[in-house]
């Protein structure tokens, strides 16, 4: 069992900037992606961005620029980035990790832009 931890999320003004973090714990596999989905009220949960345990980085094509993510191998720990952060990024973030042909979920943080 693989369990995740988020941290960072809260209330921010809009421009403003936040930075997410979900760390791994239990079963861990060297070779995994870990990344971050969002799901805004009434809305499907979204891609945001995903990373492997070779740093490789995708990030959904809409975000691509506000938001980086970056990991610590080490730390078995991922982290997400958000700056010019807009209205419409509000959401819970979650985190997740695959490997071994399965993946794991975080519980979600909230993120809110707001004014």
């Known amino acids: 069992q693989v369990h995740l931890v988020e941290s960072g999320g809260g209330l921010v003004q809009p421009g403003g900037s936040l930075r997410l973090s979900c760390a791994a714990s239990g079963s861990i596999f060297s070779i995994d992606t870990m990344g971050w989905y969002r799901q805004a009220p009434g809305k499907q949960r979204e891609l945001v961005a995903g990373i492997t345990n070779t740093n490789i980085p995708t990030y959904a094509a809409s975000l691509k620029g506000r938001f980086t993510i970056s990991r610590d191998n080490a730390k078995n720990t991922v982290y997400l980035q958000m700056n010019s952060l807009k209205p419409e990024d509000t959401a819970v973030y979650y985190c997740?990790?695959?490997?071994?042909?399965?993946?794991?979920w975080g519980q979600g943080t909230q993120v809110t832009v707001s004014s």
């Open positions: 997740y990790r695959d490997q071994d042909g399965k993946r794991y």
